[in-house]
């Protein structure tokens, strides 16, 4: 089966290289010439682990091309994603759907046999048909469908969540569809992986839902956590007591220093769009959105405290300022908040990331990068902690306490113990929802 995708982001190359694997002949399709010379020369335009060798191997068995000309990729193709972004809209937090529609009216315009239009975009109820209305407006003799096949995928974790999913949904109208997607999906309805089939709006839901949900569990926690610390718990053992719990489960149940990235922050505020629109307020939601706000300041007023009220004049190494582990994303990262604060305070700050400095450089101006951990603490009144990659799990507590001007350390993952820090010799450390000490 031919499929074009639409988008080479995090989603589209990921989906597009996977299905390549599956078998099939894909072409991924891309306005961004940047993008699409990388690709070409056999370079991944994002960091995510495991994506080179299997791109690497799917272009070599040549089932996998990339081109900027869509009519070309979708030309003989049975279905097509849409696999470009849906930002929050400016102003309203509505997701922004210029992208999705533009693509609908590109393919119409260049499609000329039966094809399946898959929307693998996150995008609000009602899109699907929206999609189907501009494709028939701008080619009205296609005979074509549309589906929903929201993505799950994790960054940093993309291949194995794509290649072994939890589920995968997919909303359609009709049998013809629904065969097309089956098709497209035979490797793991074979292995017994779960398709969920749905019609378009529940598909829709499902994706916002379950992101909504999640972004909930994270911020209970959050909440909870600050609590633990006025009342003297510890919150990595009230959440592995909690998640030990079948029905409520111990993923997502990690204290942190609010959610980011490139879904959550703006899913959570596109739901909240969608039930204004419809007189049915999304408040838990809502609420969600305004706590985890509140979460990051907190976390910007604990450095404070620890560097006795005033960022000014202070030296600050910030470990990791990417949303999370094993991805490049920077996309509603806390350390946005979180670095403007200490640069904007009056404090020096060197930032060390595995994979953040591309991204970051043009979002965190002011700060200098540096390639190791151990440099970024040389004479530093504060060491932070902001996202736990591997590389930072197992430090030299003791080597970076003795390279530090005042060894303070703001350990915003739990990844090290009051007993560490103690032990290795610094004068205060604070993590979530823990008692430290000063
Ligand atoms: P992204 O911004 O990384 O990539 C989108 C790509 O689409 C860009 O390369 C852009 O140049 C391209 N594009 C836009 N319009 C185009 C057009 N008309 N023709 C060709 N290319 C075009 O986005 P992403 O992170 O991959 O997210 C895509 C969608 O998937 C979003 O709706 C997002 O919410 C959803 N999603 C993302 C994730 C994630 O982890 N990133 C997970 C699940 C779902």
Redesign the pocket.
């Known amino acids: 089966m031919k499929i074009a995708m639409?988008?080479?982001?995090?989603?589209?190359?990921v989906s597009g290289v996977c299905f390549s694997d599956f078998g099939h002949e894909v072409v991924c399709?891309?306005?961004?010439p940047r993008?699409i010379e990388m690709l070409e020369r056999g370079e991944v335009p994002?960091y995510e682990p495991g994506l080179d060798q299997l791109m690497a191997k799917n272009v070599e068995a040549g089932r996998l091309s990339f081109t900027m000309d869509?009519a070309s990729a979708i030309d003989g193709a049975q279905a097509v994603f849409i696999?470009?972004?849906?930002p929050t809209r400016r102003g309203d937090g509505h997701a922004d759907l210029t992208?999705v529609m533009?693509?609908a009216e590109?393919i119409a315009k260049a499609a000329t046999d039966y094809v399946v239009i898959v929307t693998?975009?996150?995008?609000p109820v009602g899109t699907n048909r929206q999609v189907k209305h501009v494709v028939h407006k701008a080619n009205p003799d296609l005979e074509f469908d549309v589906a929903s096949n929201?993505?799950?995928?994790?960054?940093g974790a993309?291949i194995e969540d794509f290649m072994k999913p939890d589920r995968v949904v997919v909303g359609v109208q009709n049998e013809r569809a629904g065969e097309v997607m089956a098709e497209i999906y035979r490797p793991l309805y074979l292995r017994d992986f779960p398709v969920v089939t749905t019609d378009l709006e529940s598909a829709e839901m499902i994706?916002y839902a379950a992101n909504a949900f999640l972004a909930t569990k994270i911020t209970f926690i959050n909440e909870i956590a600050a609590l633990c610390e006025k009342v003297g718990a510890d919150v990595k053992q009230v959440s592995k007591g909690m998640g030990m719990d079948n029905r409520i489960g111990n993923k997502f149940l990690h204290a942190g220093p609010g959610y980011g990235?490139?879904?959550f922050p703006?899913?959570t505020k596109a739901l909240a769009r969608i039930g204004q629109e419809h007189a049915v307020p999304m408040q838990i939601t809502e609420t969600v959105i305004k706590v985890n706000e509140e979460i990051k300041r907190r976390m910007v007023d604990k450095l404070l405290d620890l560097c006795g009220g005033s960022f000014n004049g202070k030296t600050v190494a910030v470990l990791g300022v990417t949303f999370k582990p094993n991805t490049d994303?920077m996309r509603d990262a806390p350390a946005l908040t979180i670095v403007p604060a200490l640069v904007g305070g009056g404090a020096k700050v060197r930032v060390c990331d595995p994979q953040g400095r591309r991204e970051g450089e043009t979002l965190l101006p002011g700060v200098h990068w540096v390639e190791d951990p151990y440099k970024a603490a040389q004479k530093a009144d504060l060491l932070v902690i902001l996202t736990e990659w591997n590389e930072f799990r197992a430090l030299d507590l003791k080597k970076l306490a003795r390279k530090m001007a005042v060894p303070n350390l703001a350990d915003l993952r739990n990844i090290y113990s009051v007993k560490d820090a103690k032990r290795a010799g610094f004068v205060a450390y604070e993590s979530i929802g823990r008692s430290g000490f000063v």
């Open positions: 639409i988008g080479t982001g995090y989603v589209g190359l399709v891309d306005k961004d993008k994002i869509l696999a470009v972004g849906t992208y533009a693509a590109e693998k975009s996150t995008v929201p993505e799950f995928l994790r960054e993309a994706k990235g490139s879904c703006k899913d994303d």
